[in-house]
């Protein structure tokens, strides 16, 4: 525990300044801190977590010839001296600082605010303290079969693995290397970085790789862009050789990295290098067929069909071809051929071509004289007239007349509506003459509504004192005509419409949800998914379906065929993530940010 007291007496040599001095070896009076002097290459030791600067540090176990660098993560100056804390002063400079350890023994380190010529003390600012041991000699340990970056020059590999300069060991201090590593053909060649640690000294150590076998021009990738802690993962030659250029400098030094050496190829039936799937994608093999894009591409026979698609070109040629059951579907074709659903099915003659009603209803003894009734029934009336219809009228007898006195029949609808006239047209020829014929036309509406109850009936009354037995034989005859569908059978060449309406309840061909931790029954996804709800909440307090970052492109989750001839219904949660989300959960108002 550090013990800080309201005052301290603090009593100073003075300092003899000659001119032109501008700065001279620093003393702290209190004394906090220390540490065993590393002995590991690339091994920092932390002297103390709150040094101030008005405090010496003592360091033990210091190796004669050995170079060591101290820090100060504030700055500052620092004065080293061994033996006692005011002994012979070894080194005197600004942070961080190297020195070279003239004898061995123990060592004392002056913390101060400056290097004069005030030698400032502070007592404020807490300080993290370092040592670290720049010369101790770096062992290399390359497993059997690696190759480090320091053999330098060209070598020819598809095998082992590519190390720093120290292997398993850290790399080591003011290294400069290039090696360039090569298939020894025009295959490509693939560094593939994935199952190491990747550690360099951020910004200062830096490794540089290049597609061909010089370091010059653009590197293909470089460790200054990611801070010198991200991993490249596996990296991909065009050109059959990968050319590294590795520097560090005399301050910090890190693990390094490992990368497994392999010389891919388009034809060895996995996917490797830069490969997007076996043997296809990437730099060097022919590109991938999508099978979802509209367009022959990969090695389709068609538009998104064979040979590498789920989905054979003969099922969408249009002809029952292949092993379909159906035209385009059944067998191997992706389509399930259609059930038949349940329905009925009505038949109409678009045409006309119909059945026709047709009937003649005659009054034989027609009741005279004005204000008589005589009524005519058609029986077995069918509705659903197609069109229009007629009802042609013939009377006989004593129908002549002239001016407004005509001796004739008005004829009324089974409601009382009067629909027309026949009889005399003012022609005293008329009477016992020919029987006279009159047409009626009728609408497919009236026709409807006075067929509801299988009967029409229509009535024949006088006007004027018509006689009906002056002639002998007086008649009145009607002829109903009018034509409906007919729902037994058509003959002849006719066009007909198929009107079929589906009956029954709905079932699931498809129910299922992501709990079980799989995509479950019914699908097909070309990636391996989280379900373990990494982002926001899910929408039915089950699993989702998370692809994540790191998924290929494209990521596609796809039914089996299923059968929808009878119709269907397709709903699913779409959940998108909170904008704000820390990464990779963000919200996707940018172009490379998903669902």
Request: with cysteine; glycine share 14%; aromatic share 8%.
């Amino acid at each position: 525990m550090k013990i800080f007291t309201t005052i301290k007496l603090i009593v100073l040599s003075s300092i003899l300044l000659l001119p032109g001095d501008l700065y001279a070896q620093c003393f702290s009076p209190w004394a906090f801190g220390g540490a065993i002097a590393p002995n590991t290459p690339g091994t920092t030791t932390t002297i103390s977590t709150c040094n101030f600067q008005e405090e010496y540090s003592e360091i033990t176990s210091v190796v004669a010839g050995e170079d060591y660098i101290i820090t100060n993560d504030i700055g500052g100056c620092a004065t080293v001296t061994h033996t006692t804390p005011t002994g012979t002063v070894v080194a005197f400079g600004t942070v961080p600082y190297a020195f070279t350890a003239t004898v061995s023994g123990t060592y004392y380190i002056h913390w101060t605010v400056d290097c004069g010529p005030s030698c400032a003390l502070d007592n404020f600012f807490c300080c993290v303290t370092t040592i670290e041991c720049q010369s101790c000699v770096i062992t290399p340990n390359i497993p059997a079969g690696g190759i480090p970056i320091s053999i330098g020059g060209t070598v020819n590999a598809c095998t082992g693995t590519f190390w720093d300069s120290g292997g398993n060991n850290t790399y080591g201090y003011n290294e400069n290397y290039t090696t360039t590593i090569c298939s020894g053909s025009s295959d490509q060649i693939t560094m593939d970085f994935s199952a190491y640690t990747f550690g360099l000294q951020a910004n200062n150590d830096v490794l540089y790789i290049y597609d061909g076998n010089l370091a010059t021009g653009t590197a293909l990738w470089e460790s200054i862009t990611g801070n010198g802690t991200v991993n490249p993962g596996a990296i991909t030659s065009s050109t059959g050789c990968l050319t590294f250029e590795f520097i560090s400098d005399g301050v910090t030094i890190n693990s390094g990295w490992g990368a497994d050496i392999s010389c891919p190829s388009c034809t060895d039936g996995i996917q490797n290098g830069n490969e997007t799937d076996i043997d296809c994608g990437g730099s060097g093999c022919a590109a991938c067929p999508n099978c979802f894009n509209g367009i022959q591409d990969g090695n389709e026979t068609g538009i998104d069909c064979g040979p590498s698609c789920a989905q054979p070109c003969h099922c969408t040629d249009g002809v029952l071809s292949g092993d379909e059951t159906n035209v385009d579907c059944g067998g191997s074709c992706l389509q399930l051929c259609p059930v038949p659903c349940a329905v009925t099915i009505t038949a109409n003659s678009s045409n006309g071509a119909g059945g026709c009603y047709s009937s003649t209803v005659t009054e034989a003894s027609p009741v005279g004289g004005a204000g008589a009734t005589n009524t005519l029934s058609f029986t077995g009336t069918p509705s659903g007239a197609l069109g229009n219809g007629t009802l042609t009228v013939t009377v006989y007898g004593d129908i002549d007349g002239i001016g407004t006195n005509l001796e004739q029949y008005d004829i009324y609808d089974e409601q009382g509506n009067l629909i027309g006239s026949a009889g005399a047209t003012g022609n005293f020829a008329d009477q016992c003459g020919t029987g006279m014929v009159y047409t009626i036309n009728l609408t497919a509406a009236q026709i409807d509504t006075w067929a509801a109850d299988g009967t029409i009936n229509f009535d024949a009354n006088p006007t004027t004192a018509v006689s009906t037995t002056l002639c002998g034989g007086d008649y009145v005859q009607m002829a109903l005509d009018y034509c409906t569908p007919n729902t037994n059978q058509i003959c002849g060449a006719v066009d007909v419409n198929l009107v079929a309406v589906g009956v029954g309840t709905y079932t699931y061909i498809l129910n299922n949800n992501f709990d079980d931790g799989t995509a479950g029954t019914g699908w097909n996804t070309n990636i391996t998914a989280d379900y373990s709800n990494p982002c926001d909440p899910s929408l039915d307090m089950g699993s989702y379906m998370w692809m994540g970052n790191t998924a290929p492109h494209p990521r596609i989750i796809e039914t089996t065929g299923l059968d929808l001839t009878c119709g269907g219904e397709v709903c699913f949660f779409l959940d998108f993530a909170t904008q704000g989300n820390a990464q990779p959960c963000e919200g996707i108002d940018l172009a490379n940010e998903g669902v």
